[in-house]
């Protein structure tokens, strides 16, 4: 990383770190894609990245009478991102949306018949849009991720590029600058860099059970992370699989990122039913009243347990251990 004129800049990889281990208190929901225009590739030298980024800071100063640079970052053809703004301010990029957002510019002119994106500047896109998204806890899709041409140049508000609207990322931006382009084309590529790492520990430590009348599976052990988006909250006396457990949370899922706070659940023990036919009673023992029954090999879990009898899940259902098996 190298500091001049205020910026830095960095590599795609220096970028991650970088942004990971930035505390942000502004709240963040959307990034904007851009293309500068000009500066256009034919400006760009291979070692004037600092030049070029002051030359749109005096711009957007001296020019447009704004207190700093518009953007927050700049990518550039080698695949280097520089810093704008500060990420605590918002970006001057888009009239009427720039409150939560952060402003993305990638230098050159990507209107059809003009600048041909490098691989590396493709590369370093796809990646600021997904690290970005990951670290804000943003979901994949068009109201997160938007383009410029998709707002009215005067009024802000959004036409997805059916009246006055600048072309900008440009024409030929990943394939387009329509809704449906950047669905087709662009967001794909952000959405494979966005999902879980799979995990390697399908092995289940521990059961769990529900003992809040609603509990939010989310995507990190984080109360601020974003809410599993494939999967409904955890009613109560549902049991939950326990794969792993970090700093109050479990993991319950073998290969997603699901996680529920461990404060609102309750450990269960695991048993398998060893007798043909099992009387379930309302109380422990075999005075009370039989309600059920279960059959050999069936998995319970036992909330309590008394005087050699076991509970099943929340309601008055009783076993004898006489005839379970447990872990
Ligand atoms: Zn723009």
Redesign the pocket.
Known sequence: MTTKFGFTKMDIQEFEAWIDSLKVARTVLTV??????SPSYQLFKGNNHFELQKGMQDYHINHNGWAAIGQHFTTFPDGAILTGRSLEKSPA??TGQNANAI?I?NLGNFDTGKDSMTVEQRDTIVRITAKLCTRFSLPVNTNSIV???WFDLTSGQRNNGTKNN?S??GTAFFGGNKVSDCENNFLPLVAVLTQPTPQITGQIIKYAMVTASSLNIRTRPDPSSAKANDRAAATLGAVLRVYEEKSGWYRISASQQHWVAAKFTAGVKHATVTANTLNVRTGPGTSFEKVGAYTKGQELFIVEQKNKWSRIGMDNKWVSNDFLAFD
């Open positions: 904007q894609q851009h293309h500068t225009y990029c888009i402003c510019e383009y410029h041409h600048k900008c990322p």
